[in-house]
């Protein structure tokens, strides 16, 4: 079975805090993705990864920045935390030879 | 651009079937896919059917595509209460690097 874990099922942060949210998948996946969901907006495709270092935008990068060092980890920084960034953080793996995305537990942000 | 679409809401009694529907406008889809959330938790892929495909049965669930109309759905038979969660349907675009095109989700709500 394909295991996707985060960090942190919640966390709790002040505005202006610099935030990592952690990524691990254990199935040696070459793509990796970050989404937030809101209500009433569904997933809005963050940053995503086809390969160690590399690094894509998606629809909303703005006040984020992503690192991938290692193949199985995919970090989601925020630099300095506003309130408009509480929101559930969902993280997702596909093996390049497949289509199918496997998602992370998701992590639920509050930014105070 | 693309688009998924789905209806937000669906509540049905436990026992009947259960039928969420979803559009989607790129008709170079290579996969779509159902998606299910639980309350606090990540998705969970459902199943998925190709895209030269008309039908998909999994056991109490059956996936049919009318790819003339763009039209994606899921049918559960006999609901019950643990199938409460919302619904994403998703489609892969051939070159899009593994992206997927989410719907905002469908809330079944399964009444006893």
């Known amino acids: 079975d394909v295991k996707v874990t985060q960090s942190s099922r919640y966390l709790v942060k002040r505005t202006g805090e610099k935030v990592f949210l952690e990524c691990v998948q254990d199935m040696d996946h070459e793509n990796m993705f970050w989404y937030r969901q809101d209500p009433g907006l569904g997933l809005r495709l963050i940053y995503f990864?086809?390969?160690?270092?590399?690094?894509e935008k998606g629809d909303i990068p703005e006040g984020y920045s992503v690192s991938r060092e290692k193949k199985e980890r995919f970090s989601l920084i925020l630099e300095s935390a506003s309130t408009n960034q509480t929101s559930m953080y969902l993280c997702?793996?596909?093996?390049?030879?497949?289509?199918?995305?496997?998602f992370g537990p998701g992590t639920r942000l509050l930014v105070l | 651009g693309e688009d998924v679409e789905q209806s937000l809401f669906l509540s049905v009694r436990e026992g009947d079937s259960s039928v969420i529907n979803c559009t989607y406008t790129?008709?170079?889809?290579?996969?779509l896919y159902w998606y299910k959330q639980e309350p606090g938790a990540g998705l969970q892929l459902l199943t998925y059917i190709f895209s030269n495909m008309d039908m998909k049965q999994d056991q109490r669930l059956t996936v049919l595509l009318n790819k003339k109309d763009k039209h994606l759905s899921l049918r559960i038979a006999d609901t019950q209460t643990g199938d409460s969660a919302i619904y994403f349907c998703a489609e892969s675009i051939r070159g899009s690097q593994g992206n997927l095109i989410f719907g905002k989700g469908t809330k079944l709500s399964v009444k006893p």
């Open positions: 790129d008709s170079s889809s290579t996969y």
């Open positions: 997702a793996s596909r093996s390049g030879s497949l289509e199918t995305q496997y």
């Open positions: 990864s086809y390969d160690v270092k590399m690094k």
